[in-house]
C-alpha cells in the first residue's frame, strides 16, 4: 500500500508521484481539471518538505516551482 506524503488541491500523492485512491465525499478540482490548468504553481520549502515536492512534481501537474536554494538542492539530491 502507498503512503501519502502530500496533495495537490486534496488530490495525495505518494514519492513515486502516483496519485492515490480519494476520499469518499471529497470536494475538490479533478485531476483532469489540473492536468489542463494553463498555470500550476507549487510553493514550498523546507527539509520536511522535499520528498513531498519530489513527488508533487513527478505528478506532472506542477508547471512552476517557487522554492528557496537550499531545498532545491535537496530536491536535485533527491532524484
Known amino acids: 500500500s502507498a ?3 502530500g496533495d495537490v488541491a486534496t488530490h ?3 514519492i ?3 496519485f492515490l485512491k480519494l476520499y469518499e465525499n471529497t470536494l ?3 485531476k483532469e481539471q489540473l ?3 494553463k ?3 507549487a510553493i514550498a520549502s523546507g ?3 522535499v520528498e513531498a515536492i519530489v513527488g508533487a512534481l513527478r505528478t506532472h501537474v506542477v508547471d ?3 522554492t528557496d536554494e537550499y531545498t532545491a538542492r535537496k530536491i536535485l539530491d533527491h532524484q
Open 3 to 5: 503512503t501519502a506524503i
Open 12 to 14: 495525495f500523492f505518494d
Open 16 to 18: 513515486d508521484g502516483r
Open 28 to 30: 475538490c478540482v479533478s
Open 35 to 37: 492536468r489542463n490548468a
Open 39 to 41: 498555470q500550476t504553481i
Open 47 to 49: 527539509d520536511d518538505q
Open 64 to 66: 512552476t516551482l517557487i
